[in-house]
Antibody, heavy 116, light 108 residues
Framework: EVQLVESGGGLVQPGGSLTLSCAASGFSFRNYWMGWVRQAPGAGPEWLANINQEESHSFYADSVKGRFTISRDNAKSSLFLQMHNVEADDTAVYFC?????????WGRGILVTVSS | EILLTQSPGTLSLSPGERATLSCRASQTVTSNYLAWYQQTPGQAPRVLIYGASIRATGIPDRFSGSGSGTDFTLTISRLEPEDFAVYYCQHYVNSRWTFGHGTKVEIK
């Protein structure tokens, strides 16, 4: 069974940093593009970043470019999102997701709250 | 940047009725990378349709997708109680993923 489990969320102060992790299991992680999507309260999903299988290419939404960094560890079947200089608008549920012609598997999401 | 506009914002229907949801792109998009998702409260989105018209694994055949170019449609032939949810279209181009703002299908 494919599973994606996010961790590392919580409360962070404006201007602070946080790293999210996503543990993957049930599939060959190294063979898939992976990405992060967030959803603010009452809003639709917003793509943040994605990364290819070999970690040679990564792409970012303008809203997080220069502040967030996506990475992966294929040996540990893990995906990461480093978040720096966070803002109140970064408050959301963050999902990791697998890409295979569509976002075919998603984690349950982890809440990040940016507040002083 | 390609924008996806979904309409209507809310669709009020009764169980057993047909639902027709629209997704319009700001420019011509590749059908291969147009998907539809369903989201219920507290859950992650679930893929229903990919490649504009291909049902994902385990998705009932009352869900169908169609369209090309800039206009795409998700049709639910007969609404079941579990189908009342929010639906999003999504596109992939140049390694970027874009979502529409969603259509809420609510019980009339």
């Amino acid at each position: 069974e494919v599973q994606l489990v996010e961790s590392g969320g919580g409360l962070v102060q404006p201007g602070g940093s946080l790293t999210l992790s996503c543990a993957a299991s049930g599939f060959s992680f190294r063979n898939y593009w992976m990405g992060w999507v967030r959803q603010a309260p009452g809003a639709g999903p917003e793509w943040l970043a994605n990364i290819n299988q070999e970690e040679s290419h990564s792409f970012y939404a303008d809203s997080v470019k220069g502040r967030f960094t996506i990475s992966r560890d294929n040996a540990k079947s893990s995906l990461f999102l480093q978040m720096h200089n966070v803002e109140a608008d970064d408050t959301a549920v963050y999902f990791c997701a697998r890409w295979s012609a569509a976002l075919d598997y998603w984690g349950r999401g982890i809440l990040v709250t940016v507040s002083s | 940047e390609i924008l996806l506009t979904q309409s209507p914002g809310t669709l009020s229907l009764s169980p057993g009725e047909r639902a027709t949801l629209s997704c319009r792109a700001s420019q011509t998009v590749t059908s291969n990378y147009l998907a539809w998702y369903q989201q219920t409260p507290g859950q992650a989105p679930r893929v229903l349709i990919y490649g504009a018209s291909i049902r994902a694994t385990g998705i009932p055949d009352r869900f169908s997708g169609s369209g090309s170019g800039t206009d795409f449609t998700l049709t639910i032939s007969r609404l079941e109680p579990e189908d009342f949810a929010v639906y999003y279209c999504q596109h992939y181009v140049n390694s970027r993923w874009t979502f529409g703002h969603g259509t809420k299908v609510e019980i009339k």
